[in-house]
């Protein structure tokens, strides 16, 4: 059973929009959703994280909007540049064991 | 920044055989973990390790896997025999403290069972 989804495997933008990724899950005991970055040959990379007593936060021109009541969140990335092509990693951790989950990925492709 | 190191990058073994994927991690960090990637995507956590004991483990543990770390040295990943099904990138990851806010991945083994 997959504890979290992200809606698309694979997304492509233009150089200077804004990429939007999607993720939901189901267990209400996730308390903590990092997002990670992966690029091609290499492991995932933390990128930002969200606590689930906030409903949005931003570093730069990433910025994750979190929906509690939907159990639901986003990952806007602004202004998107080609060096932001990777795949795109939603977790959540579980409040009781720490324990982390990742979704299956987006692969984020930005076009010059 | 920290960086947690996978060697070797690529193996390559017949069915049957036994392999063992060695991580060094981040010279401080306490907690280990192994996770399975598939087609570049679809990151499975297999098992993590604390204080020399497996804390937790999921069914993609199967009993031909097992882990250690024997005197603080690698974190080692040995699965005997290998089958066909195992083929897959390995990635190693470490954190510092048990809330795993954030965790330090190696770049990855890749296991191909022939």
């Known amino acids: 059973q997959q504890q979290v989804r992200q809606s698309s495997q694979s997304l492509t933008v233009w150089e200077g929009e804004t990429a939007i990724l999607n993720c939901s899950y189901e267990n209400s005991a996730f308390d903590y959703f990092p997002w990670y970055q992966q690029f091609p040959g290499e492991g995932p990379a933390l990128l930002i994280a969200?606590?689930?007593?906030?409903d949005k936060k931003e570093d730069g021109r990433f910025t994750i909007f979190f929906n509690k009541r939907e159990k639901n969140l986003s990952l806007h990335i602004k202004d998107s540049q080609p060096g932001d092509s990777a795949t795109y990693f939603c977790?959540?951790?579980?409040?009781?064991?720490?324990?982390?989950?990742f979704g299956d990925g987006t692969q984020l492709v930005v076009k010059p | 920044g920290p960086k947690v190191l996978q060697i070797p990058s690529h193996q390559i073994i017949d069915m049957g055989q036994m392999v063992t994927l060695n991580c060094d991690p981040v010279?401080?960090?306490?907690?280990f973990y192994w996770y399975k990637q598939i087609l570049g995507q679809q990151m499975e956590f297999l098992v993590n390790?604390?204080?020399?004991?497996?804390?937790?483990k999921s069914k993609l543990f199967k009993d031909q896997f097992s882990v250690e770390r024997p005197d603080g040295s690698y974190f080692t990943l040995k699965i005997q025999p290998t089958a066909l099904e195992d083929s897959a990138v390995y990635f190693c990851?470490?954190?510092?403290?048990?809330?795993?806010?954030?965790?330090?991945f190696g770049h990855g083994t890749k296991l191909s069972v022939l």
């Open positions: 990851a470490s954190s510092l403290q048990q809330s795993n806010e954030r965790l330090f």
């Open positions: 969200i606590r689930s007593v906030s």
């Open positions: 977790a959540a951790r579980e409040a009781s064991n720490n324990r982390i989950f």
């Open positions: 390790f604390y204080n020399g004991k497996v804390m937790e």
């Open positions: 010279s401080n960090h306490l907690y």
